[in-house]
């Protein structure tokens, strides 16, 4: 059974904007920090983005003033909402659960994957 599904990837050009969705399980998402990570080529996977149950959010230093968190408990659904896309940001995201992401660096959950291509 899938855990967590992203959707919203594709190819854009810089300035330009995209959102992410990451759809859960009623059970997963209501007790689990959310969080977006993402992999370029070469490079070690890194945490973009985390919001917990309580509402604590961080953001890497790379993405904060672009990049928006954010959680529907209607729909257990988590979203990054990507603006003024650069081509650094080129990379696959992946969504990511847990309750213990912001205290350890500890993921339960992973999504499969989308992939997000900026062109200069």
């Known amino acids: 059974q899938v855990r967590l599904v992203e959707s919203g990837g594709g190819v854009v050009q810089a300035g330009e904007s995209l959102r992410l969705s990451c759809a859960a399980s009623k059970t997963i998402f209501s007790i689990n920090t959310m969080a977006w990570y993402r992999q370029a080529p070469g490079a070690q996977r890194e945490l973009v983005a985390l919001h917990t149950p309580a509402g604590t959010i961080d953001y890497a230093d790379s993405v904060k003033g672009r990049f928006t968190i954010s959680r529907d408990n209607a729909k257990s659904t988590a979203y990054l909402q990507m603006n003024s896309l650069k081509p650094e940001d080129t990379a696959v995201y992946y969504c990511?659960?847990?309750?213990?992401?912001?205290?350890?660096?500890?993921?339960?959950?992973w999504g499969q994957g989308t992939q997000v291509t900026v062109s200069s």
């Open positions: 990511a659960a847990g309750p213990q992401i912001r205290t350890r660096g500890k993921v339960d959950y």
